[in-house]
């Protein structure tokens, strides 16, 4: 089979590696030179801790599972399954923790409750201001674009896969037994099926179909800082983490005091992760209502810092960079929104801030399901 993947995000992408596993010839299309949206915007986390149980956890488990086979046949791409600690800086956020042990798939997120002294040995750079953790050794993380880089240099090893950038598509169009993808420079592409994965692009291909579907866009702002000048073993998370992540919703959530208001008022935890060249990305906000502010808020980057140098229990780095980014949620809960526009016409978009977690799952459905 022949398949048309308009779209060279994480999505895109883990589409067409699945879709050259499977045995079928891939013309992947990116606009840009490479993505420059979500995908390159991201933490790089492979998130099971903190996933909905259900569909969403058996979904995080599996994309983890493809992650370790993907990473098997790129070696030189840039993963490490490094884990995660959920840090708890009071009782209440330790009652959660215990409570969530008792989930039925609490073993699946292999997830452990650790004192401070254990939680130092696993990551001796946490010397501040904690009790607590949750230990999921499960989470992972990538270096995001490079693991785009990684995976599309090994994609041009193979005969049956090509890549254009630089192309904008303007059209698809399908009939009984073809599809094709037309660019505005007047090419045509023909193949068996297409797949659009247009990220949080609504509106340059199937606009009428994406305005009535379950889907909205949410804006994030996020940072890095200059080289921490230590090795941080794992990702962190802190306890306003499991305010927001289905994963931890128990009881005892509704006891957790209030949130601080700058947190409150911009839907945010602490997340953060160290990239390779040592410097650490920290985040992150949430805004969903449209039309979105285009200026950086200065308050919440002020704070995250405060909140990082205060769990590690000295002065974080200076902020190096800002920025913002847009990402496709569905609004019910959904792994993603995954629907056929026209025959043989595919649009999977909608996976929230799961995209770079859940890519290689989803685009196994997919593919599986042609």
């Known amino acids: 089979m022949k398949i048309l993947i308009i779209g060279g995000g994480i999505i895109g992408t883990a589409h067409a590696y699945e879709a050259i596993k499977s045995g079928h010839q891939v013309i992947q299309l990116e606009r840009d030179d490479v993505a420059r949206s979500a995908s390159v915007r991201n933490f790089g986390l492979v998130w099971v801790s903190g996933r909905k149980s259900g569909v969403e956890l058996q979904a995080a488990v599996r994309a983890r599972q493809l992650w370790d086979e993907i990473h098997g046949a790129i070696p030189e791409m840039l993963f490490r399954g490094n884990g995660s600690l959920t840090l708890a800086i009071n009782k209440e956020e330790i009652a959660v923790m ?9 073993l699946d997120r292999q997830w452990q409750i650790l004192d401070r002294d254990e939680t130092q040995k696993i990551n001796p750079a946490l010397r501040g201001n904690y009790l ?15 693991v785009l880089r990684s995976m599309r240099e090994y994609l041009l090893r193979n005969e049956n896969y090509i890549w254009r950038n630089n192309l904008d598509v303007v059209d698809v169009r399908s009939d009984a037994s073809t599809a094709a993808v037309i660019a505005r420079n007047g090419e045509i592409f023909e193949g068996d099926v297409v797949i659009v994965c247009p990220g949080a692009d609504h509106t340059s291909l199937f606009k009428e179909q994406f305005d009535t579907a379950p889907i909205r866009r949410v804006r994030l702002q996020m940072m890095s800082t200059e080289p921490l000048g230590e090795i941080l073993t794992t990702s962190i998370a802190d306890g306003d983490s499991m305010r927001y992540y289905p994963g931890y919703e128990v009881p005892t959530r509704e006891n957790l005091p209030p949130q601080h208001h700058i947190a409150s008022t911009n839907h945010m935890q602490l997340l953060m992760v160290q990239r390779a060249d040592g410097s650490l990305t920290i985040g992150d906000t949430h805004e969903y209502a449209e039309p979105f502010e285009f200026k950086l808020d200065e308050d919440p980057y002020t704070y995250l810092h405060e909140v990082a140098s205060n769990l590690l229990g000295k002065k974080l780095p200076p902020i190096a960079q800002r920025w913002d980014g847009v990402y496709s949620q569905r609004t019910d809960g959904a792994v993603c929104d995954r629907r056929t526009m026209a025959h043989n016409i595919i649009s999977v978009t909608g996976p929230g801030g799961r995209g770079n977690t859940l890519a290689p799952a989803i685009a196994e459905e997919t593919i599986k399901g042609l």
């Open 132 to 146: 607590a953790s949750l230990w999921c050794p499960l989470d992972a993380t990538v270096e995001p674009g490079s």
């Open 98 to 106: 215990e409570e969530c042990l008792k989930k039925e798939d609490a």
